[in-house]
C-alpha cells in the first residue's frame, strides 16, 4: 500500500488499532477491535467517529452568489440559487445521457458554494467543474480534513463542546469551535442517523479526531459499518447503486429534483441530460432501484441477478449492494430490477452460487432515519 494517500488522521488510525486497507486511492481503516458488527451497532446506539477526509472539498466564488448558483445549476438538475445561507443539499452531476456522474453534497456559505465529492470520482469532479464553471473560482482544499461524527449522541456530544450545535437542524451548515478549534460542520450524514459532517484544518485533525475520542459516548468506526450503515439506510454508494449509466429517475431519487428544475418550474432543465431526465420525471423508467429482502440468511451481494421465478423464468434485475444488515437482524440488500416488479412485496429468486433463494421487493429504508428535523 506504499503508493496510496493517507489521510491526515493515517497515523491515529494505525495507533488505534485499525486494518487498513485500499479505498478510492488512499489507504483507509475497514475496522478497529471490535469488529464491524460491534461498529455498527455502537453508531446506532451511541456515536461513531469516521475519518472521510478521502472525499474531495471544493470551494466555489464568484462575483455573487446569484453567480456562483447559476452556473453550478448548470451542471446539476437540483435547486442551488433557492439554497438559503447556512444549508446544504443533495445532488449529482449528470452526463449527456442523463446518467449520474457523481453524487454530492453542496452547502452555501455567505456567498460561496461548498461541494463535497465522492473520493473515487474527485479528480474527474474537479476537472468536470474547471472546464465547465465559467466565471467561478473554483479553490479544491487540500489543505483540509473531514471528519463525521454519527449517532443518537453525536448532537449531545458536539452540543457539550459547542452550544450552538445544538440548534443545527438537519441539513444545517456553521462555523463552530471544537476545544478551540475552528471548523465548519453541517448537520448530516451517511449512516441514516443524526450526526454532523465536519471541515477541520488538516494540522489540527488529529487533535479533534482525539479530542471527539475521549468523549464517553464515541468509538472509531471504519469503512465496512460505514457500508453497512448507509445500506440499511437505504442510501446510495456511487459505482454500485448509481453510475455514469443510471438516470436520477431509475435510481429512486426524483426527490432531489427540486420543482423549479422540472417541466414547468423557473429554471426547467438547462442541465446536462435534461430531456431525458424530464421524460423519465413525466413517464417512468423501464427500471427502479428498490429495497431486497433475502428470505432466508444468505446475503446477496452485488452481481447476483434477479429471476421472476425458482425455475427457468426471466432475470428482471441485479442486485447492486448487499450483505448482513446487524440492525435488521439479517441480509440486506439494494438493486435495480424492472418497473413492472418493483412492487413492495413482490415475490422473486436470487440466485446465489448456482442456487435460487426467495427474496421480495421492500420499503427503503431498512431502518428508519433518526435526522434531527
Known sequence: MGELARTPLHALHVELGAKMVPFAGYEM??????????????????????DVSHMGQVILSG???????????ALVPVDVLGLGDGRQRYGFFTNEAGGIEDDLMFARRGQDLLVVVNAACKAADIDHMRANLKGVSIDVLEDRALLALQGPAAGDVLAGLDARAGAMRFMDVADLTLGGIAVWASRSGYTGEDGFEISVP???????????????????????????????????????????????????????????????????????????????????????RVGLLPQGRAPMREGVQIFDAETDGAVVGRVTSGGFGPTVGGPVAMGHVQSTHAVTG???????????????????????????R
Open 202 to 288: 488538516a494540522d489540527q485533525a488529529d487533535a479533534l479526531a482525539r479530542l471527539l475520542l475521549e468523549q464517553e459516548d464515541v468509538m472509531p468506526i471504519g469503512l465496512g459499518a460505514r457500508d453497512s450503515l448507509r445500506l440499511e439506510a437505504g442510501l446510495c454508494l456511487y459505482g454500485n447503486d448509481i453510475d455514469s449509466g443510471t438516470d436520477p429517475v431509475s435510481a429512486g431519487l426524483r426527490w432531489a429534483i427540486q420543482k423549479a428544475r422540472r417541466a414547468g418550474g423557473a429554471r426547467e432543465g438547462g442541465f446536462p441530460g435534461a430531456e431525458t431526465v424530464l421524460e423519465r420525471l413525466a413517464n417512468g423508467t423501464d427500471t427502479l
Open 346 to 372: 413482490t415475490a422473486l429468486w436470487g440466485e446465489v452460487r448456482g442456487k435460487r433463494l426467495p427474496v421480495r421487493i421492500a420499503d427503503l429504508p431498512f431502518v428508519a432515519a433518526n435526522f434531527k
Open 29 to 50: 481503516p475497514v475496522q478497529y477491535g471490535v469488529g464491524v458488527m460491534g461498529e455498527h451497532l455502537h453508531t446506532r446506539a451511541r456515536a461513531g467517529l469516521f
Open 63 to 73: 462575483a455573487s452568489w446569484e453567480a456562483v448558483a447559476l452556473a453550478f445549476e
